[in-house]
């Protein structure tokens, strides 16, 4: 089953980079800590989904890449061709000659329905080299201008077109401090849209990842690239194929199995330990739990702590919400490897806090002419916060 | 000039395009035969039709079916494996042991040594045999898969208690998501099937030239006798020949022991650890379940399932079929009727197949009318509640 990666903006053309480059050295990788015909499979199952292959045996990923200016798209290309291991489709990129000076408006109004035919050509294309086409991986940061704003568009798109097909959202929460002053009427904007037409969106916040890398890595000078590998690194930790409870005789057929709102806290080295639950009211609640394990020791591996009760809501039994998947293959090197994808109130505070900070913007009417220059008007603005806020509410009554 | 012409059979001179056409399907019949204008420039001892010739020779002799593999192993290489493998199916020619490997001549050696094996057995047929698509054409008889794999999970059904309109939403949103798992995996059927029916034109293609060839080959046979007419005389000295086995080095022996003997030490390994591990799961297994509750009700479900399972057993043996082998069987239709002694004929099969069906209704109906007594008893004890069964089949 192949998965469509969209590469929207600066952003996520070079995380998508990052994520491509990580699959693939893993997928090479000689340390894979089990058989060799486990291996093949594993590699197949990688190759399958992520890049189709070409003549001469160089794997294309399945990517698209839309950039309104041509410098990153550029850059990614040609870091993708030197590795010699894989590259970029050569009709598979869209960019202009003008950047969109992060305004979201201008991304979603203009950008959008200028360039939607072209867009979406290069889109199909790549879905009908599928074999099995089983749904789109959309990269997009959420606060800057043709990432987030066009990446709205281009998802609200996808929905109408590919009704049938997932759509999971990768989305970048940006640092606290962060560069762009109105990021926060960017980010609700964003959010709210994605959150009527993608199927789930997977977050990582820069400041958890910076605090990775200064903390456990003990980088001392913290580039993007250094973030970004992280953040391919857990994403390919995600994406890389597993065995489920249903079928443990293939891996898994579709890997975007996860519900609204997911998202990841750090990737642990070190083999899960057992939690002491207590009925601790610091846990977030969960909807949904997702352990992926990987390499040694997976079948002896103990998540009984995942399955108390006490985790999850009260209309859902922990057996319908906590899923394990597992590989003995390793990933990356590691020789044991497990990520938690949670859906839980974990994002309540983030999201509350983001939703506050528009709000006070918007209160004393700040930037908003630059919104409404291009059609995004204080309606829209009022909408996005009421959803925003019922979903921080529901989330909250869990 | 006279003289040549009246030494080629007037019969075949009548169908002028008769001999390019015999080796066009004979190139066709052939996984990537070379074209006919290669034959012809090896009946004249032509250089440049030597490697192709040598590649062709490979293709057919060597054991395995084509892979990329294969495919890029050096001409020497691939050389070399046919000549041994010539040898050893008794080749007599002599000239074709002493040829260069390096494809720089001999291209009329090799294709007499291409219709030496041509003569001698139906390559084509082999060939195409090696290659077929398997899919369609193959179906199991035996039950043992079905069996094994576990239906879809059981719904969990909540009896009693209110339920939260947000278990109805996530059981909503479950659903559809099921949806397009099911839209997804049917585009996957489709495009899968277009590929199928492509191979299998390919293949068809591929019969038709083996059938075009039989009807033309008397052509070819008589063309190849003209071939061999051009070469000189070999010298018959086969009994002094000594015979041309394939080359073992030497230092293989010391280091297939050493293979040998680490295979063993790692069977030994196993077979510990598999013991190691036998004894703990009994250890396990054996402690949980203590008590006369425990067993007497082990005990009552192992009897229930016996006698299920006898009785499942009785009805199939009750009609005689013959025991079916697993597996997949291949489907094939025969003008003849006769059979070998692995062989199932279809009548017996669909007979055995049916009354299996009939025994498991059976079952199925003595377990609905079960469910059927549960549900009235547990209604039964809901006073004002009205039952109404849903129409009878």
Not at chain 2, 67 to 72: F, H, I, W
């Amino acid at each position: 089953m192949s998965i469509v990666t969209v590469q929207l903006g600066q952003c996520g053309n070079q995380i998508g980079f990052e994520v491509f480059d990580a699959l693939l050295s893993d997928s090479h990788s000689s340390q894979g800590l089990c058989s060799m015909r486990e291996n093949e499979a594993y590699q197949a199952s990688c190759k399958e989904r992520f890049f189709s292959e070409e003549e001469n045996g160089v794997p294309i990923a399945r990517a698209v890449l839309v950039d309104m200016e041509p410098k990153v798209i550029n850059q990614t290309l040609s870091k993708a061709a030197q590795s010699g291991q894989w590259k970029y489709g050569q009709h598979a990129c869209f960019c202009q000659k003008q950047g969109s000076g992060n305004n979201w408006a201008y991304g979603y109004s203009v950008h959008g329905p200028r360039h939607e035919e072209s867009i979406m050509n290069i889109i199909r294309k790549e879905v009908e080299k599928c074999d099995s086409f089983s749904g789109f991986f959309i990269i997009m940061s959420m606060a800057g201008g043709t990432g987030s704003g066009l990446g709205a568009f281009v998802t609200q798109n996808l929905e109408d077109q590919y009704s049938n097909s997932l759509k999971m959202n990768q989305i970048i929460w940006p640092y606290g401090t962060g560069e762009v002053i109105v990021q926060n009427y960017n980010s609700i904007l964003t959010l709210s849209h994605l959150y009527r037409s993608s199927d789930a969106l997977l977050l990582h916040e820069n400041d958890a990842i910076h605090k990775i890398c200064a903390k456990l890595m003990n980088i001392k000078q913290i580039s993007f690239s250094d973030i970004n590998q992280v953040l391919a690194h857990q994403l390919g930790s995600v994406f890389q194929p597993t065995y489920s409870a249903e079928s443990s005789f293939h891996y898994r057929r579709n890997p975007l199995g996860i519900d609204r709102h997911v998202r990841p806290p750090l990737s642990g080295l070190p083999p899960l330990s057992k939690m002491s639950l207590n009925k601790d009211l610091h846990f977030n609640t969960s909807i949904a739990n997702l352990v992926i394990l990987r390499g040694k020791d997976v079948q002896s591996a103990d998540v009984e702590g995942f399955k108390d009760p006490a985790l999850y809501t009260s209309w859902l039994k922990p057996v319908n919400a906590f899923n394990v998947w597992k590989t003995q293959r390793a990933f990356s090197k590691y020789e044991k490897s497990a990520v938690l994808v949670s859906n839980s109130q974990f994002l309540v505070k983030p999201l509350d806090m983001i939703v506050g900070k528009a709000w006070n913007m918007f209160a004393s009417k700040a930037y908003i002419h630059q919104y409404t220059k291009f059609g995004i008007e204080e309606e829209d603005f009022l909408d996005s916060f009421t959803s925003l806020e019922q979903v921080v509410a529901s989330y909250c009554n869990l | 000039m006279g003289r040549r012409r009246q030494r080629v059979d007037p019969a075949a001179g009548a169908r002028a395009g008769a001999l390019p056409e015999a080796i066009a399907a004979l190139s066709r019949s052939l996984p990537s035969g070379p074209s006919p204008e290669i034959f012809r420039r090896a009946k004249f001892d032509r250089p440049e039709a030597t490697s192709a010739l040598w590649q062709l020779l490979f293709r057919v002799l060597s054991p395995l079916p084509a892979g990329n593999a294969l495919a890029s192993l050096a001409l020497e290489v691939q050389a070399r494996l046919v000549k041994s493998a010539l040898c050893s199916q008794g080749y007599p020619r002599l000239a074709l042991a002493q040829l260069p490997e390096d494809g720089s001549q001999g291209s009329r050696e090799l294709l007499l040594a291409l219709s030496w094996l041509l003569a001698r057995g139906p390559v084509p047929e082999q060939m195409l045999a090696q290659a077929r698509v398997p899919l369609g054409d193959e179906m199991t008889v035996c039950q043992c898969e079905a069996l094994a794999s576990p239906g879809p999970p059981a719904p969990h059904m909540e009896a009693e208690g209110p339920v939260d309109v947000r278990h109805v939403q996530w059981l909503m949103g479950k659903l559809r998501f099921r949806w397009r798992q099911l839209v997804s995996s049917q585009q996957e059927q489709c495009a899968l099937l277009s590929k199928l029916l492509r191979t299998l034109e390919r293949e068809n293609q591929r019969l038709e030239a083996v059938l075009a060839w039989r009807r033309s080959e008397l052509v070819f046979w008589r063309w190849m006798d003209t071939v061999l007419g051009t070469c000189a005389p070999e010298v018959p000295a086969a009994a002094s020949q000594p015979t041309f086995l394939p080359w073992v080095p030497e230092r293989g022996g010391g280091e297939l022991d050493l293979a040998v003997r680490e295979l063993q030490a790692l069977e030994e390994e196993l077979q510990e650890a598999v013991e190691r591990r036998r004894v703990a799961w009994e250890a396990k297994a054996g402690g949980c379940g203590r008590g006369p509750e425990w067993s007497a009700a082990r005990r009552a479900s192992r009897e229930a399932v016996e006698k299920e399972l006898g009785a499942l057993q009785q009805c199939w043996e009750r009609d005689g079929g013959p025991a079916q082998p697993h597996g997949p069987h291949r489907l094939v239709r025969r003008e003849d009727g006769a059979a070998g002694d692995r062989d199932l004929r279809a009548a017996v099969v669909i007979r055995t197949l049916r009354s299996q069906e009939a025994c498991l209704e059976a079952v199925l109906r003595r377990l609905q009318g079960q469910c059927r007594q549960e549900l009235a008893r547990l209604v039964g004890a809901l006073p004002g509640l009205i039952w109404i069964p849903p129409p009878g089949r």
